[in-house]
């Protein structure tokens, strides 16, 4: 059975049905992991600090959690899916990580962290279901869906830390986004932050939220030097998943209640603010960026 959609050498088709090409496009369908399963686990630094700090998890609070943030998607008109349950994967709600979209369809990654490594399965058989052309399956090294960004048309961004986002893992995707005639930027930094889309994200057109002081000063003059204005984030919001939020388009952005600093930002630049409580999650380590994957955005 033939899984790839890329053609060696570029020139993949773009799909129309799927796909995006921007961060902050109006979407349409998003892709969400399932929370049946979900616990916190100890190999991730944001969980290992809920757990120092005395928070503890709650199951019953957890799903209904869930259930807001999955109708404030519904009622914002996006269209959700769920991925099926695997009963050996507690972070399998976080399904960004397990693959990312392209405007020539997904990629299915490689996670590095053993209780995630089997993620692939459920996300492969959801794409196989939907009939979502696959655009390609990273087979050297591992990279993680939080680290990559289709930051504007004609531009992707990827973090990478060694650990989550390897180098292995960053030069093979790099090679098939280059010879679609897309720019690839990487950006390296320390593995404490886990993920890239802990640290940034794009809000609208041009506008993201960034901690400046947890990025080095030579990627914030890169950003800025695009036109990209950045809203300044504390460190200690970004500490609470302060930058882990969800463009929805038309100027309307999908942010945790409790994310006051940038909530009250995002409305002072006249940005619809949708606020559903997820503090189960953030605590354990994954914000609403974490648990979606985009799966149709409107052209950016």
Known sequence: MKFANRISGGKSPVLEQWGMDSEYGVLEKVLIGPMDHYNWQTGNAMSRRSLRLGREFDHAVARAQ???????????????????????????LYARDSSVMTPWGPIVTQMYSPWRRGEWKAVLEFYQSQQIPVYDIVTAGTLEGGDFMVLEPGLILCGYTGERTSEEGLAQVKAWVEAEGWEFRSYKFDPYFLHL?????????????????????????????????????????????????????????????????????????????????????????????????????QPG
Not at 77 to 84: K, N
Not at 198 to 203: D, G, Q, T
Not at 205 to 215: F, M, N, R, V, W
Not at 223 to 235: K, M, T, V
């Open 197 to 297: 889309d802990v640290k940034l994200a794009m809000l609208a057109p041009k506008l993201a939220a960034a901690c400046i002081q947890a990025l080095e000063q030579e990627f914030v003059d890169w950003l800025q030097g695009r036109g990209i204005e950045l809203i300044d984030i504390s460190y200690r919001a970004m500490l609470e998943l302060g930058c882990n939020v969800v463009a929805l388009g038309n100027d309307r952005v999908l942010l945790p209640f409790d994310n006051l600093e940038l909530k009250e930002k995002c409305r002072a630049r006249g940005l619809t603010v949708i606020d559903p409580d997820v503090s189960m999650f953030t605590s354990g380590g994954g914000g609403v960026h974490c648990m979606c994957q985009p799966l149709k955005r």
């Open 66 to 92: 869930y259930q807001e943030m999955v109708e404030a998607y519904q009622q914002a008109g996006v269209e959700t899916h769920i991925l099926e349950a695997d009963a050996s994967l507690p972070y399998q």
